[in-house]
């Protein structure tokens, strides 16, 4: 069987998913990763690249004979970095930069979602934060304030009333989020629980991956600022996702991918539908163009496919010959995250525990925010230092087993969530 030499970009949890389900594939030939993290780096070697620069990945991959470019994070394929990887003649996963705006800019996917009669929160946009401030004080209540462009995550201010709305247009126009708060879109406030879904497409097959249910916010009973999250499981208990909810959300995500091709943009790579369930049905929150983070580190370990095969097929356009299985186990994962984020906090914490951790069965450890030093000793690099996915027969049990093994594991300034999946279970 011939090899495929892969360049993924990436330092998360999301990645070290990625890498380890690519590493397991019977086609996977050498593995390297840009920057990589401390559990990355002892799967493969470190490429000396810029991963947000088009030229710099093209021309590394070209000269390295990489055969697969994969990109995990969102800034690079807003870039450009699929474009210019894919000019070299090299496959790539992930979408084009006319098709990364779906997360790029937020003003985008709701034109694109209203060409598509895909069903979304009413919103305006603004570039003016007086107008902006006007509209917020007319709305008098609850809304939502999203920055239009990459935040990381973090920007959007969910606020139960006009002050904390105001509170964020300012957030937005006076440079919290840098650039991408120089539009601000406000939307009306959703209500219902959220469900993620994330799907595989070639840019005409849209194949819809396992249902998971993310924790967005910082504390226990959803409460405190909103991060990257905390914490999620897979699959979605049916009481909470109806059969008929994940028609409606897949018929979306198909709507979105048949609408961006009728405006001459091929969707090829992961489509992320972040879902409100409301009393009407689903309605979407956002698209992102990549996986989810740690949406990937509970769907990746429930999924029967080979990746490198199935990321080479969403390139090439064939991705409707290939048959993805889902393992009737449950997944549940606990990100164990610095003290003080989504705030400011330290790094440099050594870690111990993780191969303790590793050795329970069903427990897979993803490093996110971490680092090797010199001396090869993991210490934390980031405000999610690490997801702690455990797989098992039964919701209680993977839970249980998932806290069993944040348990083995220390640093200082630990913090985490004690409560991940306690309401669906």
Known sequence: MEKTNILLLGAGGREHALL????ESPRA??????????????????????PDSPTDVATW?????IDLVVVGPEAPLVAGVADAVRKQGIACFGPNADAAQMEGSKEFAKQVMARAGVPTAAYRSFVDREACEQYVRELAGPCVIKADGLA??????????????????????EGAFGDAGKTVVVEEMLEGPECSLLALTDGTTVVPLATSQDHKRAYDG?????TGGMGVYSPVPEHLVSADDLATMTSIMERVVAQLAKDGIVYSGCLYGGFMLTKDGPKVLEFNARFGDPETQVVLPRMHADLVDVFLACDDGTLGQKVIRWDDDWAVSVVLASA???????????????????????ITVYHAGTKLDEAGVIRTAGGRVLAVTAVAPTFAEARAHAYEACDCITFEGKQFRTDIGARAL
Do not use: W
């Open 29 to 50: 030939g050498k593995l390297f990763v840009a920057p990589g993290n401390g559990g990355m780096l002892q799967l493969a070697q470190q490429a000396s690249v810029n």
């Open 152 to 173: 990381a995550g973090k920007g959007v201010i969910v606020a139960q009333d006009t002050a904390q709305a105001l509170e964020g247009v300012a957030q937005c126009f």
């Open 340 to 362: 003080g984020y989504p705030g400011s906090y330290e790094s440099g914490k050594r870690i111990t525990g993780i191969e303790e951790a590793s050795a329970m069965p069903g």
């Open 61 to 65: 991959a070209a000269e390295h004979d």
């Open 20 to 23: 380890k389900k690519l590493s």
């Open 222 to 226: 959803d409460q405190g600022p909103n």
